[in-house]
């Protein structure tokens, strides 16, 4: 059974610092990598997905991939009371077709 | 507005009635992917459609539950005869395409189920 495990906090981070969330998934066959950020009663939201191993940037988000130790992080620089929120880190492939989520760490940012 | 469009939002039902969840893909989209949510659990998937066709429903219960995605109009996610244990927020996905096409989420529907 595809497994994606997270540490479910809360993770409490500063103001200005950076948050750092991180994910393993029990599947090697697993091909995508996506992070999404979901609000208190709201829908997910997409934030960063990665294919290749390594870094990959986009604005304030940095998603990184390590396939051979299994391990997606999802590191959030300059962190605002803003990005508190659940991320959700989900995985694609291996013959399947939809989305293995894990169930999610709630951030805080400390103002 | 050119996103995933859910409804409706909320749906209260009484055991035993049927509830009918309705999704609009993305514009351009063609492919829809349903998603529940129960109180403190992790989203799981359920279904996985084209146009006309069901691709994947490995995550749907076997009775009760079925899905559609006509030629025209939304897709359709039925639930008969509900029980309490149904009630959970129901989410839609669409993408451009499979494999590696990130999904993009609706605002979901809330069932309650009194």
């Known amino acids: 059974q595809k497994e994606v495990e997270q540490n479910s906090g809360p993770l409490s981070v500063p103001e200005g610092a950076i948050a750092s969330l991180n994910c393993t998934y029990s599947d090697r066959g697993s091909q995508s990598f996506f992070w999404y950020r979901q609000y208190s009663g709201k829908s997910p939201e997409l934030i960063m997905f990665?294919?290749?191993?390594g870094d990959k940037e986009d604005g304030r988000f940095t998603a990184q991939l390590n396939k051979a130790s299994q391990y997606v992080s999802l590191l959030i620089r300059d962190s605002q009371p803003s990005d508190s929120a659940t991320y959700l880190c989900?995985?694609?492939?291996?013959?399947?077709?939809?989305?293995?989520f894990g169930k999610g760490t709630h951030l805080i940012i400390q103002p | 507005n050119a996103g995933v469009m859910q409804n409706p939002r909320h749906l209260v039902r009484r055991r035993g009635q049927e509830a009918r969840l309705r999704c609009s893909p993305m514009?351009?989209?063609?492919?829809v992917y349903w998603y529940r949510q129960l109180p403190e659990e992790g989203l799981k998937f359920m279904v996985y459609?084209?146009?006309?066709?069901?691709?994947?429903e490995s995550g749907m219960p076997k009775e009760r539950f079925s899905a559609e995605f006509p030629k025209e109009g939304p897709s359709i996610l039925r639930i008969q005869q509900v029980v309490r244990g149904d009630s959970a927020a129901y989410f839609c996905?669409?993408?451009?395409?499979?494999?590696?096409?990130?999904?993009?989420f609706g605002d979901g529907t809330r069932l309650s189920i009194l």
């Open positions: 459609l084209q146009k006309e066709n069901i691709i994947d």
């Open positions: 989900a995985v694609l492939g291996g013959g399947a077709d939809g989305l293995t």
């Open positions: 514009k351009g989209h063609s492919h």
């Open positions: 996905a669409s993408s451009a395409g499979n494999s590696n096409q990130p999904q993009h």
């Open positions: 990665i294919y290749s191993n």
